[in-house]
């Protein structure tokens, strides 16, 4: 009795092992999502005083996550006494498969009047709900 529940409890562990252990019949969304950014636009001139936008479309073939925007200087190009501007980043949420931001202001509602003349970039990383990203660097000037 002892030795047919031994051989019953082995061949039931082994079959769930085996079927834990097979291919999954869902397929993984491996696919990073896309953006198209129209704003900020690539080495625009921005004033110090003015607005920084965000306009852009997002898409992922199963469902968007959310979308965050740093900025980082290159300090090749520095210029005045003025501290650098180092906004912390910002995320906004998406939703569905096609989501949009249109003019939304980035990091403050005005670019500061006291940071340094210089270039920065823009990095705009949007993810999916699979954690899948897609990064976009924007180079822009500050004067």
């Known amino acids: 009795m002892n030795y047919k ?26 696919q990073a999502p896309s ?10 001139l921005y004033l ?30 520095a210029m005045g006494w003025d501290e650098l501007w180092t906004p912390d980043e910002v995320t906004f949420p998406l939703s569905g498969t096609t989501d949009e931001i249109v003019d939304q202001f980035l990091f403050e509602a005005t670019i500061p ?14 993810s999916d709900k699979a954690l899948n990203f897609t990064t976009i660097e924007i180079p822009i000037s500050i004067k």
Request: aromatic share 6%.
């Open 5 to 30: 529940l031994s051989t019953l409890l082995t061949a039931l562990f082994s079959i769930l092992v085996l079927v834990s252990c097979g291919k999954d019949d869902e397929k993984k969304d491996e």
């Open 35 to 44: 953006a198209i950014i129209t704003s900020p636009e690539n080495n625009a």
């Open 48 to 77: 110090r005083g003015n607005t920084l936008y965000l306009n852009a479309t997002f898409t992922d073939n199963e469902a968007l996550n959310e979308c965050t925007v740093y900025l980082t200087q290159n300090l090749k190009s």
């Open 113 to 126: 009047s006291d940071i340094m003349s210089t270039d920065y970039m823009v990095k705009v990383v949007v």
